[in-house]
């Protein structure tokens, strides 16, 4: 696996990726601040925190591939 940290604006998301079952493609698992994602969908939030991202590659159980996208503004 591997590990990095994104900026967005003025929040740090520190990402984790490992791959345990040593696959090519599917994500198995998500999390985002120790909360269980129910999809791929990572909603990124400029509110100068520092957010934990883990990530586990395996037997999809997730919808589609993992992507990241600013959150919705009003």
Do not use: M, Q
């Not at 740090?12 to 969908?41: F, K, Q």
């Not at 990572?42 to 959150?71: C, K, N, Q």
């Amino acid at each position: 696996g591997f590990s990095l940290d994104c900026r967005f604006g003025s929040s740090t998301y520190a990402i984790s990726v490992s791959n345990p079952e040593h696959v090519s493609r599917g994500v198995a698992a998500v999390t985002l601040d120790g909360v269980a994602a129910t999809d791929a969908w990572i909603d990124l939030v400029d509110d100068a925190s520092t957010h934990v991202v883990t990530i586990v590659l395996g037997a999809s159980t997730l919808s589609p591939a993992l992507l990241a996208r600013p959150a919705k503004t009003p």
